[in-house]
Antibody, heavy 121, light 110 residues
Framework: EVQLVESGGGLVKPGGSLRLSCAASGFTFSSYSINWVRQAPGKGLEWVSSISSYSAYIYYADSVKGRFTISRDNAKDSLYLQMNSLRAEDTALYYC??????????????WGQGTLVTVSS | QSVLTQPPSASGTPGQRVTISCSGSSSNIGSNVVNWYQQLPGTAPKLLMYTTDQRPSGVPDRFSGSKSGTSASLAISGLQSEDEGDYYCVSWDDSLNGWVFGGGTKLAVL
């Protein structure tokens, strides 16, 4: 069974840093691109970042570019998101999401349960 | 302001057919597939429709997807109370080099 388990969320002051982790199991982690998608309280979904299977391709939403860094350790079946210079608007539930593709057509197929990040003084 | 535009709400009575629209542009829906997600209260999003019109196993055939030009639609026929929740469209945007979501549509079954 595919499982994605996020951790590392918490309360942090504006300007602070936090590192999220996502532990994967039930599939060959190194074969898949993985993404972070967030959801502010009571709001919609927002894509944050994407990393390909061997980290060759990395993308960020403009809202986090230059502040967040996505990385992965395939030996540990783990994904990370280093978040610096945090702002109140980064407050959200952060989901770890697997990306799959069929004939160059891609979609998110499995989501974790999320880890909550709250940025407040 | 979301890149993809969805109506904020939709509603219907049990058994009715409801359609949720998703409007984009040539750089996203116009040149890429659309995927749809259902989010029930207090849960993570669940894949509902992929590559525009494909249903994952376990999703009833009451759900269908389509695309025309720069717009896509999700249709739900035979509406049931358990369909109440939020629905999101998403597509890759070639100009932004990222995934773009619709703002979400809250579906109510009256």
């Amino acid at each position: 069974e595919v499982q994605l388990v996020e951790s590392g969320g918490g309360l942090v002051k504006p300007g602070g840093s936090l590192r999220l982790s996502c532990a994967a199991s039930g599939f060959t982690f190194s074969s898949y691109s993985i993404n972070w998608v967030r959801q502010a309280p009571g709001k919609g979904l927002e894509w944050v970042s994407s990393i390909s299977s061997y980290s060759a391709y990395i993308y960020y939403a403009d809202s986090v570019k230059g502040r967040f860094t996505i990385s992965r350790d395939n030996a540990k079946d783990s994904l990370y998101l280093q978040m610096n210079s945090l702002r109140a608007e980064d407050t959200a539930l952060y989901y770890c999401v697997r990306l799959v593709g069929v004939d160059q057509k891609y979609y998110f197929d499995h989501w974790g349960q999320g880890t909550l990040v709250t940025v407040s003084s | 302001q979301s890149v993809l535009t969805q109506p904020p709400s939709a509603s219907g009575t049990p058994g009715q057919r409801v359609t949720i629209s998703c409007s984009g542009s040539s750089s996203n829906i116009g040149s890429n597939v659309v995927n749809w997600y259902q989010q029930l209260p207090g849960t993570a999003p669940k894949l509902l429709m992929y590559t525009t019109d494909q249903r994952p196993s376990g999703v009833p055939d009451r759900f269908s997807g389509s695309k025309s030009g720069t717009s896509a639609s999700l249709a739900i026929s035979g509406l049931q109370s358990e369909d109440e929740g939020d629905y999101y469209c998403v597509s890759w945007d070639d100009s932004l080099n990222g995934w773009v979501f619709g703002g979400g549509t809250k579906l109510a079954v009256l």
